[in-house]
C-alpha cells in the first residue's frame, strides 16, 4: 500500500513536472515569436520611412532643383532699363538661390549622397564638417581603422550618429562632442561623450520627449546590438553601442 502511494505521488510529481515544462517552453517561445514580430514589424516601418526619405531627396536633389536653376536662368536672360524692374528681378534671383540652398541642405539631411558613394566614416566626417560652422558645437570624430561594413546597415549606423548629435544640440547645451568609431572582434563599435547638462536616461525613456532615445534603440534591436547610455547632472553624456557585423 505505502508503495502504491508513493509511486502514484511520483507519477503526479512527474505530470505536474511535465506540465510545468509545457508551460514554461510554451511562453519563452510565445516570447521569442513577439520579439521577432516586433523586430520585424519596426524593420519593415523604418525600411518605408527611409524608402520614402530617399525618394523625396531625389526628387528635391533631381526635379526641383534643376527646375528652379532653369527658371533663374529664364530669368537671368531678361532685360529691362527700369530701375524697379532690375531690383524685383535681382530680389527675386536672392530668393531663388536662398531656396536652392534651403533645398540641397533639406536633401542631404534627408539622405547624404556622400553614404552611398564614400562609405559611412566619410559620410559621418562629411556631415560633423557640415555642422561644425554652424552648430553651437565643436564635434570631433574618432575614428582608428578603416571601417567597412555592410551597405543595408550604414544607413542605420549613420541615423544613429545623426540622432546623438542631434539630440546633443537639442538637449545637452554642451560645447565638445567626441565620437569614436572603432571595428573590433566582428563588432561595430561607437562611443560618444559631450560635456553638457546629462540627463537622467529612463526619466527621458518613459516619457514622450524621449523619441530620439527610442529611436536608437529601435535601430540597435533591427541590427541585434546594445547600448548604454551614461548621463549624471552637470557631468555630460556617453553613449556606447556594440553592433555584431
Known amino acids: ?25 510554451s511562453i519563452i517561445r510565445y516570447h521569442r515569436r513577439y ?6 514589424r519596426i524593420l519593415a516601418e523604418i525600411t518605408i520611412l527611409e524608402n520614402e526619405r530617399r525618394r523625396m531627396a531625389n526628387d528635391l536633389h533631381d526635379s526641383l532643383g534643376p527646375l528652379l536653376s532653369t527658371v533663374k536662368l529664364n ?28 533645398m540641397r541642405e533639406i536633401s542631404y539631411n534627408l539622405l547624404p549622397s556622400s553614404l552611398e558613394r564614400k562609405g559611412l566614416v566619410e559620410a559621418v566626417r562629411e556631415f560633423i564638417s557640415h555642422l561644425n560652422g554652424k552648430a553651437p558645437l565643436h564635434i570631433q570624430l574618432h575614428c582608428w581603422k578603416d571601417i567597412v561594413i555592410p551597405k543595408e546597415k550604414e544607413i542605420h549606423v549613420f541615423r544613429m550618429v545623426q540622432e546623438i548629435v542631434h539630440n546633443t544640440i537639442k538637449h545637452a547645451h554642451a560645447r565638445h562632442l567626441h565620437i569614436g ?12 561623450k559631450d560635456d553638457g547638462y546629462g540627463f537622467d536616461a529612463q526619466k527621458v525613456r518613459d516619457s514622450s520627449g524621449g523619441l530620439g532615445l527610442r529611436s536608437l534603440e529601435s535601430r540597435i534591436e533591427i541590427l541585434q546590438g546594445t547600448m548604454s547610455v551614461e548621463s549624471k547632472n552637470q557631468e555630460g553624456t556617453r553613449y556606447y553601442i556594440e553592433i555584431p557585423i
Open 1 to 25: 500500500m505505502g508503495d502504491r502511494i508513493l509511486y502514484t505521488t511520483l507519477l503526479i510529481g512527474c505530470l505536474v513536472g511535465v506540465i510545468i515544462l509545457f508551460f514554461v517552453i
Open 35 to 40: 520579439v521577432r514580430l516586433q523586430r520585424e
Open 75 to 102: 530669368m537671368g536672360s531678361l532685360e529691362t532699363e527700369n530701375a524697379f524692374e532690375k531690383e524685383v528681378l535681382e530680389k527675386s534671383a536672392r530668393y531663388i538661390d536662398e531656396i536652392i540652398s534651403s
Open 181 to 192: 568609431i572603432s571595428y573590433e572582434s566582428n563588432r561595430l563599435l561607437i562611443m560618444t
